[in-house]
C-alpha cells in the first residue's frame, strides 16, 4: 500500500464519455493555450477540519477573500423571460435585482435604496419601476433614478 501513489486515480478517464480534450479539438474556435495545459495538482487527501464548516472567523474569511472573486449563478434567462421580469438574488448579505430589459438584454442592480438602504423588493416578479417601500425613491427598470418625493428635502442632482 505504500507504494500506491493517490494521484494514480486521476491517471485515467473515470468516465465513459469525451474528456475536455476531445471537446477542445472538436471546438470550432480556437481554445487558448492555458486551457490545454495540464494544471492538476495533488492537495492531499487528509480530512478536513471542521472548522471549515462551523467557523464564523473562516466564514467571514470566505466573504472577504473568495464570495467577492468568483462567478455566481444567479438565475436562468427562462426566468425573466419578458421586459420587466426580474429575479432577486442573494448571497452573503448582499442582495440584487436582476431585470430583463426592452431590447432583450439583463441588466443587474444592488437590491437596495440608495436614501436609507431599504430592500426594493423581496421576491421576484415583474415591474416597470422599483419603488422603495420607505419613503418612495423610485427607480426605472434601466436604473435610473425617475422620482424622489419632497425632492426639495435632498441634495440629489444638485452641484
Known sequence: MADHDPRDQFATARYPGRGVKELFEEDTRDVPDMYREDSWRYLGSEPLDADRYTS????ELEKKRMWPRVWQFAAREEEMPEPGDFVVYENVG????????????????????????????????????????FHGFTWDMKGDLKRVPCRWDFEIGRA
Not at 56 to 59: A, K, V
Not at 104 to 129: P, Q, W, Y
Open 56 to 59: 464564523r472567523e473562516f466564514f
Open 94 to 133: 448582499k442582495s440584487y435585482l436582476l431585470v430583463r430589459q426592452d431590447d432583450g438584454s439583463i441588466k443587474t442592480f444592488h437590491n437596495v435604496c440608495l436614501h436609507r438602504g431599504r430592500k426594493l423588493r423581496l421576491e421576484s416578479g415583474f415591474a416597470d419601476e422599483f419603488e422603495c417601500p
